[in-house]
């Protein structure tokens, strides 16, 4: 039996990265890691952290999204306004998230 080794914070990488088929680059989220604040299924850090990426997910236009392994990656290919104002949004919470619980989430500048 494989037992899966549980990253004890959560982790959110933001990076860039050229484009295959553009001269712009690509903006990547990465989140890895379990905030680990309450019991799992009562975790409100880690609840924070889930909604406000469905949400970004949800209403961004022209990204790919890529959940494997315990690592969730969204890929966004266009910045336009809406897609700048809701990657602001979802930096400025992840800071925020982090700062109030820093032995639980962690905002990594990739670049």
């Known amino acids: 039996m494989m037992i899966k080794e549980v990253i004890v914070m959560i982790t959110v990488t933001m990076s860039h990265q050229k484009a295959r088929m553009s001269a712009f680059n690509d903006t990547v989220i990465e989140i890895t890691g379990h905030a680990m604040n309450a019991p799992y299924g009562h975790d409100i850090v880690c609840a924070a952290v889930s909604v406000l990426y469905s949400a970004v997910a949800n209403h961004i236009t022209s990204s790919r999204v890529d959940d494997l392994d315990g690592k969730v990656t969204m890929v966004i290919n266009s910045l336009d306004a809406g897609n700048q104002r809701l990657i602001e949004t979802f930096t400025d919470t992840i800071q925020e998230l982090s700062l ?7 905002l990594i500048d990739g670049d």
Do not use: A, F, L
């Open 100 to 106: 109030q619980y820093p032995d639980n989430v962690q």
